[in-house]
C-alpha cells in the first residue's frame, strides 16, 4: 500500500513539472486524430529521407570495391558538393523538428526557444554551403566499376540497392518496360527510371521548399510592414499585391523561364519570387489584428525595437496560417515545376526530374510508352495530395473554432 | 532621493481626436506634477480621459487613439513629447513602465513569462541572456513572495514548486493574479522612476486586488519610484494614494491630497461620488446616486460639463454657460467650481 502512494505521490510530482499542454502539443494531438493525416506526414518524411539519401539508395558507384588488392570507395569519393549541402540542411532540419539530442539539451528551468535559433541554423546552412562548395572538389570518376566487375579485374564490390546512375546512357536497352533488371522501365537514352524517379524527388522537393521560403520570406516581410503601419503604407501596398495576384502566374513564369537559361536556381527563385502574395495578405491579416492587442501595447511600452515587436511578439503569433498555406505552397510549386518540365520548359535533360521523365512517356515515333507517364504521375499525385493533407490537416488542427471539438 | 521634488509635470494637455463627426476632445487643460516616491491617482468614471493621459506620458497613443494638440510633459528636465521616438523607447520601459487592465491580454502567449521578463531586462541592463534569465526567476520569486509574510519565507503552495518553474511557465498556464504579477516583474525590472499602472486590479479579485496593491506599495519603497494610479475605485485610492485628481468629461475637476479630499470634497462630483460608495462608519439608509448619465464628448454641454447633473449647477446661470477654470483655493487644494469654498476670492 505504502509503496503505492509513494509511487502515486511521485507520479504526481513528476505531473506538476509540466503544467497543461504547450500549442505544439495541441496542434499536434488534433493533427494525429486522423489516421489519414499520419498517413500522409509519415509519407512526406519518407520522401524528406529518400530525397536526403537518394545517392546511397540509386548510384552506379559501389559502396567498395576491390581492384588489384586495394580497397576503394567510389561512391563517397563521388559525391558531390550539393550533395554534402543537402545532408548539412536535413541534419539542421531534423535539429529543429525534433530538438537537439539529449546530451545537447539544457536542463529543466533554462532557457529559451526562441526565433534566434532559427536564424543560427540559416547561418550554419548559408555558411556550411559555402566553405562545402570551396573546399569539398568536384569529382567524378568515369569508370565503369560494373564492367570492372564482370570482367574479373575487380571484386567484393558492395553495390548500392539500385546499382545504376541517373545519368546513365545506355541506348541497347533503352525504352525497355519494366523488367527484373529494370524494374519500372528505362527512358529513351537507357536510363533506370526508378533512379532517375528517386534523384527527381530531389529536385522536386528542394525547388518546394527554396520557392515556398523565398515566397514566406517575402510574404512574411511585407505583411508584417502593410499590417503594421496601415494606413497610406497598406494602401498601396494592397493595391499592388492585388496587381501581383491579377498577373496569370504560370504563364508569367513559362515566359521568364524561355528568356533565362533553364536551370534549377532560376525555377526555384521564379516560382518564389511569384508566390508570395497569398503569404503576404494571411500576414498582414493577422498583424492588423494583433497590433492592437494588449501584448503588443504591453511589448511597445517596455520599450522594445521596432524589430522585437514586429517579429518576436507578433509574428509567432501570425505565422500559424503561412505554416498551413506554405504546405499547400510546396505542392503547388512541385506541380508548377512538374509542369514546367513537361514542357519543356524545366531543368536541363541530364538533371532527373519528375514532370521531364513524364514528357518521355509519348515518344517521337508516337508509341505510348505506359512506364514512363505511369509511375512519375503516380509519384507527382501521391506527393501533391500528401502534402496537401498534411497541408489540410495542420489547417484544421490550427483552427482555433474546432478546439472545442477537439 | 528626495521625496519631495517634483518628477513629473504635466502642463496644459489637450489631447483629441477626430472622427467622421468632428474633433472629439478626450483630455482638455490638464495640468498635474507627481512627486518622487509617491502615488498619485487619476479618478474618474469610464472614458472621462484618464487612459489617455497615461497613454500620452508613455506616447502610446495610437492613430485612431488621439493625438496630442498641445501641452508639456516635463519628465526629468525634458519635455517627453518633443523626444524622438528612439530617444524615447530608450525611457520607455526603463525610467517610465507601464502594468495594465488586463494581465491575460497584456502578456504574449507564445513566450514564456521569463522569457518576457528577461528581454527588458537584457534591454535596458545590457545583461546577457543566462543573467536576464537569472534576474528573471530571482525577480518573480521576489513577487511571489507573501507580502503579508515580510520575513521572506514563501507561501507554502509555492515552496513546492521548483525553482524557475513559474518563469517556464506559459501565461495561460499562469492565473490572473499571477500573472499581474509578471506584469509587474516586468514594470519592475528596470527599477523605474515611475510605474503607470492602468487599472492594475479591476479584472482581479478582491483578494488578489489587495495583494497586487500591496506588492506595488511594498516596491515602492523598495525602489523609490513613485506611481501614477489610473482607477475607478475610490476604495483603492483611499487606501494607497496620495494625492488624488478627479476627472469629469476630459477635465481635472478636483485636485487635493487623499485625506483632505475625502474629508471634504469641494466639489460636487466628488462630493456625489464619495456619497454613492456604501461606508462602514456611517449608517445610512441608502446610497446617493448622482443622476443623469456622463454626457457624450461630442455633445458636451456649455459652461460647466458637470451642470446638468449638479445639485446647484442645474439651476446656476453662470454654471451653464461659464465653464471654471481649475484654481487653487487651499494650498495644495484645487478645484473648478463656482461654489466651491474660496474659489472667486482668489
Same mark, same amino acid.
Given at each position: 500500500?505504502?509503496?503505492?502512494?509513494?509511487?502515486?505521490?511521485?507520479?504526481?510530482s513528476?505531473?506538476?513539472k509540466r503544467?497543461?499542454?504547450?500549442?505544439?502539443?495541441?496542434?499536434?494531438?488534433?493533427?494525429?486524430k486522423?489516421?489519414?493525416?499520419l498517413?500522409?506526414?509519415?509519407?512526406?518524411l519518407?520522401?524528406?529521407?529518400?530525397?536526403v539519401?537518394?545517392?546511397?539508395?540509386?548510384?552506379?558507384?559501389?559502396?567498395?570495391?576491390?581492384?588489384?588488392?586495394?580497397?576503394?570507395?567510389?561512391?563517397?569519393?563521388?559525391?558531390?558538393?550539393?550533395?554534402?549541402?543537402?545532408f548539412?540542411?536535413?541534419?539542421v532540419?531534423?535539429?529543429?523538428?525534433?530538438?537537439?539530442p539529449?546530451?545537447?539539451?539544457?536542463?529543466?528551468?533554462?532557457?529559451?526557444?526562441?526565433?534566434?535559433?532559427?536564424?543560427?541554423?540559416?547561418?550554419?546552412?548559408?555558411v556550411?554551403?559555402?566553405l562545402i562548395?570551396?573546399?569539398?572538389?568536384?569529382?567524378?570518376?568515369?569508370?565503369?566499376y560494373?564492367?570492372?566487375?564482370?570482367?574479373?579485374?575487380?571484386?567484393?564490390?558492395?553495390?548500392a540497392?539500385i546499382?545504376y546512375?541517373?545519368?546513365?546512357t545506355?541506348?541497347?536497352?533503352?525504352?525497355?518496360?519494366?523488367?527484373s533488371?529494370?524494374?519500372?522501365?528505362?527512358?529513351?537514352?537507357?536510363a533506370?527510371?526508378?533512379?532517375?524517379?528517386?534523384?527527381?524527388?530531389?529536385?522536386?522537393?528542394?525547388?518546394?521548399?527554396?520557392?515556398?521560403?523565398?515566397?514566406?520570406?517575402?510574404?512574411?516581410?511585407?505583411?508584417a510592414?502593410?499590417?503594421?503601419f496601415?494606413?497610406?503604407i497598406?494602401?498601396?501596398?494592397m493595391?499592388?499585391?492585388?496587381?501581383?495576384?491579377?498577373?496569370?502566374?504560370?504563364?508569367?513564369?513559362?515566359?521568364?523561364?524561355?528568356?533565362?537559361?533553364?536551370?534549377?536556381?532560376?525555377?526555384?527563385?521564379?516560382i518564389g519570387?511569384?508566390?508570395?502574395?497569398?503569404?503576404?495578405r494571411?500576414?498582414?491579416?493577422?498583424?492588423?489584428?494583433?497590433?492592437?492587442q494588449?501584448?503588443?501595447q504591453?511589448?511597445?511600452?517596455?520599450?522594445?525595437?521596432?524589430?522585437?515587436?514586429?517579429?518576436?511578439?507578433i509574428?509567432?503569433?501570425?505565422v500559424?496560417?503561412?505554416?498551413?498555406?506554405?504546405?499547400f505552397?510546396?505542392?503547388?510549386?512541385?506541380?508548377?515545376?512538374?509542369?514546367?518540365?513537361?514542357?519543356?520548359?524545366?531543368?536541363?535533360?541530364?538533371?532527373?526530374s519528375w514532370?521531364?521523365?513524364?514528357?518521355?512517356?509519348?515518344?517521337?515515333?508516337?508509341?505510348?510508352?505506359?512506364?514512363?507517364?505511369?509511375?512519375?504521375?503516380?509519384?507527382?499525385?501521391?506527393?501533391?495530395?500528401?502534402?496537401?493533407v498534411?497541408?489540410?490537416g495542420?489547417?484544421?488542427?490550427?483552427?482555433?473554432?474546432?478546439?472545442?471539438?477537439? | 532621493?528626495?521625496?519631495?521634488?517634483?518628477?513629473?509635470?504635466?502642463?496644459?494637455?489637450?489631447?483629441s481626436?477626430?472622427?467622421?463627426?468632428?474633433?472629439?476632445?478626450?483630455?482638455?487643460?490638464?495640468?498635474?506634477?507627481?512627486?518622487?516616491?509617491?502615488?498619485?491617482?487619476?479618478?474618474?468614471?469610464?472614458?472621462?480621459?484618464?487612459?489617455?493621459? *497615461?497613454?500620452?506620458?508613455?506616447? @502610446? /497613443?495610437? #492613430?485612431?487613439?488621439?493625438?496630442?494638440?498641445?501641452?508639456?510633459? &516635463?519628465?526629468?528636465?525634458q519635455?517627453l513629447?518633443?523626444l524622438?521616438?528612439?530617444?524615447?523607447?530608450?525611457?520607455?520601459?526603463n525610467?517610465?513602465?507601464?502594468?495594465?487592465?488586463?494581465?491575460?491580454t497584456?502578456?504574449?502567449?507564445v513566450?514564456?513569462?521569463g522569457?518576457?521578463?528577461?528581454?527588458a531586462i537584457?534591454?535596458?541592463?545590457?545583461?546577457?541572456?543566462?543573467?536576464?534569465?537569472?534576474?528573471?526567476?530571482?525577480?518573480?520569486?521576489?513577487?511571489?513572495?507573501s507580502?503579508?509574510?515580510?520575513?521572506g519565507?514563501?507561501?507554502?503552495?509555492?515552496t513546492?514548486?521548483?525553482?524557475?518553474i513559474?518563469?517556464?511557465?506559459?501565461p495561460?498556464?499562469?492565473?490572473?493574479?499571477?500573472?499581474q504579477?509578471?506584469?509587474?516583474?516586468?514594470? *519592475?525590472?528596470?527599477?523605474?522612476? @515611475? /510605474?503607470? #499602472?492602468?487599472?492594475?486590479?479591476t479584472?482581479l479579485?478582491?483578494? &488578489?486586488?489587495?495583494?497586487?496593491?500591496?506588492?506595488?506599495?511594498?516596491?515602492?519603497?523598495?525602489i523609490g519610484?513613485?506611481?501614477?494610479?489610473?482607477?475607478?475605485?475610490?476604495g483603492?485610492?483611499s487606501?494607497?494614494?496620495?494625492?488624488?485628481a478627479?476627472?469629469?468629461?476630459?477635465?481635472?475637476?478636483?485636485?487635493?491630497?487623499?485625506?483632505?479630499?475625502?474629508?471634504e470634497?469641494f466639489?460636487?462630483?466628488t462630493?456625489?461620488?464619495?456619497?454613492?460608495?456604501?461606508?462602514?462608519?456611517?449608517?445610512a439608509?441608502?446610497?446617493?446616486?448622482i443622476?443623469?448619465?456622463?454626457?457624450?464628448p461630442?455633445?458636451?454641454p456649455?459652461?460647466?460639463?458637470?451642470?446638468?447633473?449638479?445639485?446647484?449647477?442645474?439651476?446656476?446661470?453662470?454654471?451653464?454657460?461659464?465653464e471654471?477654470?481649475?484654481?487653487?483655493?487651499?494650498?495644495g487644494?484645487?478645484?473648478?467650481?463656482w461654489?466651491?469654498?474660496?474659489?472667486?476670492?482668489?
Amino acid at each position: 500500500m505504502r509503496g503505492a502512494k509513494n509511487k502515486k505521490q511521485k507520479e504526481q510530482s513528476h505531473e506538476r513539472k509540466r503544467v497543461g499542454l504547450s500549442y505544439g502539443e495541441l496542434v499536434w494531438r488534433r493533427f494525429t486524430k486522423s489516421r489519414l493525416n499520419l498517413v500522409c506526414l509519415i509519407f512526406v518524411l519518407f520522401l524528406f529521407l529518400l530525397a536526403v539519401f537518394a545517392p546511397f539508395i540509386a548510384n552506379d558507384k559501389p559502396f567498395v570495391i576491390r581492384i588489384d588488392g586495394k580497397l576503394y570507395f567510389p561512391l563517397l569519393r563521388n559525391l558531390q558538393p550539393s550533395d554534402y549541402c543537402i545532408f548539412l540542411a536535413a541534419v539542421v532540419v531534423l535539429w529543429h523538428a525534433v530538438g537537439p539530442p539529449s546530451c545537447f539539451r539544457k536542463k529543466a528551468g533554462g532557457l529559451h526557444r526562441n526565433t534566434s535559433g532559427l536564424g543560427l541554423s540559416v547561418a550554419i546552412v548559408s555558411v556550411g554551403a559555402v566553405l562545402i562548395f570551396v573546399f569539398v572538389p568536384r569529382r567524378f570518376d568515369a569508370v565503369d566499376y560494373k564492367e570492372m566487375v564482370d570482367s574479373g579485374k575487380a571484386t567484393g564490390a558492395i553495390f548500392a540497392f539500385i546499382p545504376y546512375g541517373y545519368a546513365r546512357t545506355e541506348l541497347a536497352s533503352h525504352r525497355q518496360p519494366p523488367s527484373s533488371r529494370h524494374w519500372l522501365g528505362t527512358d529513351d537514352v537507357g536510363a533506370d527510371v526508378l533512379c532517375r524517379l528517386i534523384h527527381g524527388s530531389r529536385i522536386s522537393l528542394s525547388i518546394g521548399f527554396v520557392a515556398v521560403g523565398i515566397s514566406v520570406v517575402i510574404g512574411i516581410l511585407v505583411g508584417a510592414i502593410l499590417g503594421y503601419f496601415g494606413g497610406w503604407i497598406d494602401f498601396i501596398g494592397m493595391r499592388f499585391v492585388e496587381i501581383m495576384m491579377a498577373i496569370p502566374v504560370f504563364f508569367l513564369i513559362i515566359t521568364i523561364t524561355a528568356f533565362f537559361p533553364r536551370s534549377f536556381l532560376n525555377i526555384m527563385i521564379i516560382i518564389g519570387v511569384t508566390g508570395w502574395t497569398s503569404n503576404a495578405r494571411f500576414i498582414r491579416a493577422e498583424f492588423f489584428k494583433l497590433r492592437k492587442q494588449d501584448f503588443v501595447q504591453a511589448a511597445v511600452s517596455l520599450g522594445l525595437p521596432l524589430r522585437s515587436i514586429l517579429f518576436r511578439h507578433i509574428l509567432p503569433n501570425a505565422v500559424a496560417p503561412v505554416l498551413v498555406n506554405a504546405t499547400f505552397g510546396i505542392s503547388s510549386a512541385i506541380f508548377i515545376e512538374a509542369a514546367l518540365s513537361f514542357l519543356g520548359f524545366g531543368v536541363a535533360p541530364p538533371t532527373p526530374s519528375w514532370g521531364q521523365i513524364l514528357s518521355l512517356g509519348v515518344s517521337a515515333s508516337g508509341r505510348f510508352l505506359w512506364w514512363l507517364t505511369l509511375f512519375p504521375g503516380l509519384a507527382i499525385f501521391f506527393t501533391v495530395m500528401a502534402y496537401n493533407v498534411v497541408g489540410e490537416g495542420l489547417r484544421d488542427a490550427t483552427d482555433p473554432r474546432l478546439s472545442k471539438a477537439a | 532621493m528626495k521625496q519631495d521634488e517634483i518628477l513629473l509635470s504635466v502642463r496644459k494637455l489637450h489631447v483629441s481626436f477626430s472622427t467622421e463627426d468632428g474633433g472629439i476632445k478626450a483630455v482638455q487643460d490638464v495640468s498635474f506634477s507627481i512627486r518622487k516616491g509617491r502615488t498619485f491617482a487619476l479618478v474618474g468614471e469610464s472614458g472621462c480621459g484618464k487612459t489617455t493621459i *497615461a497613454l500620452s506620458i508613455m506616447r @502610446l /497613443l495610437q #492613430a485612431g487613439q488621439g493625438k496630442i494638440i498641445s501641452g508639456e510633459i &516635463i519628465f526629468d528636465n525634458q519635455d517627453l513629447l518633443k523626444l524622438s521616438e528612439k530617444q524615447m523607447r530608450r525611457i520607455r520601459g526603463n525610467k517610465i513602465t507601464m502594468i495594465f487592465q488586463e494581465p491575460m491580454t497584456s502578456l504574449n502567449p507564445v513566450h514564456k513569462v521569463g522569457n518576457q521578463i528577461a528581454e527588458a531586462i537584457r534591454l535596458h541592463q545590457n545583461k546577457n541572456a543566462k543573467q536576464a534569465w537569472a534576474d528573471a526567476v530571482e525577480i518573480l520569486r521576489k513577487l511571489v513572495v507573501s507580502p503579508s509574510n515580510q520575513a521572506g519565507v514563501a507561501e507554502p503552495e509555492h515552496t513546492a514548486l521548483p525553482k524557475g518553474i513559474l518563469c517556464s511557465a506559459y501565461p495561460h498556464q499562469l492565473s490572473g493574479g499571477m500573472q499581474q504579477r509578471v506584469m509587474i516583474a516586468m514594470a *519592475a525590472s528596470c527599477k523605474p522612476a @515611475l /510605474l503607470i #499602472a492602468d487599472e492594475p486590479t479591476t479584472a482581479l479579485d478582491a483578494t &488578489i486586488q489587495v495583494q497586487i496593491l500591496n506588492l506595488l506599495d511594498r516596491l515602492q519603497k523598495e525602489i523609490g519610484m513613485s506611481i501614477l494610479l489610473v482607477t475607478h475605485d475610490l476604495g483603492v485610492v483611499s487606501e494607497y494614494a496620495d494625492v488624488v485628481a478627479v476627472m469629469y468629461a476630459s477635465r481635472i475637476v478636483e485636485k487635493a491630497p487623499k485625506g483632505q479630499l475625502f474629508a471634504e470634497p469641494f466639489h460636487p462630483y466628488t462630493r456625489g461620488l464619495l456619497q454613492s460608495l456604501p461606508r462602514l462608519d456611517v449608517s445610512a439608509k441608502r446610497l446617493e446616486v448622482i443622476p443623469g448619465t456622463v454626457p457624450e464628448p461630442l455633445y458636451f454641454p456649455a459652461g460647466c460639463k458637470f451642470h446638468p447633473r449638479c445639485p446647484i449647477g442645474h439651476k446656476d446661470k453662470r454654471c451653464r454657460t461659464v465653464e471654471p477654470e481649475l484654481r487653487e483655493v487651499q494650498p495644495g487644494r484645487y478645484v473648478a467650481c463656482w461654489y466651491a469654498p474660496g474659489y472667486e476670492k482668489r
